[in-house]
C-alpha cells in the first residue's frame, strides 16, 4: 500500500468514527431532551405534546399544543422564542 493510498484509509477512518460519534451524541441529546420535557412539561403538556396533561385542566390558561408551534410559525421551531414565552422574557405572548 503506498503512501496516497493510507492517506485515503486513514481519512476514511477518521470520517467513520467521526460520523458514529456525532450520531451517538445526537442521540445522547435526543434522551436527555425527552427525560427534560417529561419532568417539566408532559404534567401540563401531556406525554404526546398536545396539551393532555393532567396538570393542564387545573390551569387558567390552556396549555399549547406543542405539536403545532412549527405549523403556526410558518413551518419552522424557532427554540429562542420558545424559551423567551416559557422563561417570560417575550411578555408580548403568553407563555405555552
Given at each position: ?16 468514527l467521526t460520523m458514529t460519534?456525532?450520531?451517538a451524541a445526537r442521540t ?58 416559557i422563561d417570560g422574557r ?7
Amino acid at each position: 500500500m503506498d503512501t496516497w493510498q493510507r492517506r485515503m484509509l486513514v481519512g476514511a477512518c477518521a470520517a467513520i468514527l467521526t460520523m458514529t460519534a456525532t450520531a451517538a451524541a445526537r442521540t445522547q441529546d435526543a434522551d436527555k431532551g425527552e427525560v427534560e420535557f417529561l419532568l417539566n412539561c408532559a404534567g401540563c403538556h401531556g406525554a404526546d405534546g398536545k396539551d393532555t396533561g393532567p396538570l393542564g385542566a387545573k390551569l387558567d390558561n390552556k396549555p399549547t399544543d406543542l405539536t403545532l408551534l412549527a405549523k403556526h410559525n410558518h413551518g419552522t421551531f424557532d427554540a429562542g422564542a420558545i424559551y423567551q414565552k416559557i422563561d417570560g422574557r417575550n411578555p408580548a405572548q403568553k407563555p405555552p
